[in-house]
T-cell receptor, first 111, second 114 residues
Framework: EPEVTQTPSHQVTQMGQEVILRCVPISNHLYFYWYRQILGQKVEFLVSFYNNEISEKSEIFDDQFSVERPDGSNFTLKIRSTKLEDSAMYFC?????????FGPGTRLTVL | QKEVEQNSGPLSVPEGAIASLNCTYSDRVSQSFFWYRQYSGKSPELIMSIYSNGDKEDGRFTAQLNKASQYVSLLIRDSQPSDSATYLCAVILRGRGSQGNLIFGKGTKLSVKP
């Protein structure tokens, strides 16, 4: 069964460094999403992406964040200058009709 | 403010019992409703979706939706220890600006005791 994949599973970085989180959505899906979940808190929407552009973003998704679909399969989230409060699980999801399928997540730790 | 509220629990039930999980939402524009299961350190896994008022059954799971009361619930029959997880309620809004992103509640932690 097709599934969303994410790499790396765990990323440790120093505050102020740039990180790129990678996702491969399910191949015939057209809508892609990034969510994050700070430890012990709820899953929060960051951004949605459709037809090679951002379709909606939340207040969390400020100028430090960007997304890209550099080729036909990858979907990336870049954080330009990480802060301590960016430490969280980051989930990628792709959607078919109304159902979103989540990847396993990347745990980002900012030191 | 669009909110999804859940009792954080923990909800503890004995093996074989019915677990009842509840969720309320604040925005009447919400039209699609989902229950996800999340094991510790893992990603959300879809259990059920429901769109119309009433009940929807899938195996041991039944989702119930009451749009007038802005309430959605999940019943798990014959609960098993493997059902022990956090259950996330999520909604999709409709209308201008909505691109189908999910709004999650904080989740209810369920513990099924053998």
């Amino acid at each position: 069964e097709p599934e969303v994949t994410q790499t790396p599973s765990h990323q440790v970085t120093q505050m102020g460094q740039e990180v790129i989180l990678r996702c491969v959505p399910i191949s015939n899906h057209l809508y892609f999403y990034w969510y994050r979940q700070i430890l012990g808190q709820k899953v929060e929407f960051l951004v949605s992406f459709y037809n090679n552009e951002i379709s909606e973003k939340s207040e969390i998704f400020d100028d430090q964040f960007s997304v890209e679909r550099p080729d036909g399969s990858n979907f990336t989230l870049k954080i330009r200058s990480t802060k301590l409060e960016d430490s969280a699980m980051y989930f990628c999801a792709s959607r078919q009709e109304d159902t979103q399928y989540f990847g396993p997540g990347t745990r980002l730790t900012v030191l | 403010q669009k909110e999804v509220e859940q009792n954080s629990g923990p909800l503890s039930v004995p093996e074989g019992a019915i677990a009842s999980l509840n969720c309320t939402y604040s925005d009447r524009v919400s039209q699609s409703f989902f229950w996800y299961r999340q094991y510790s350190g893992k990603s959300p896994e879809l259990i059920m979706s429901i769109y119309s008022n009433g009940d929807k059954e899938d195996g041991r799971f039944t989702a119930q939706l009451n749009k007038a009361s802005q309430y959605v619930s999940l019943l798990i029959r014959d609960s098993q220890p493997s059902d022990s997880a956090t259950y996330l309620c999520a909604v999709i809004l409709r209308g201008r600006g909505s691109q189908g992103n999910l709004i999650f509640g904080k989740g209810t932690k369920l513990s099924v005791k053998p």
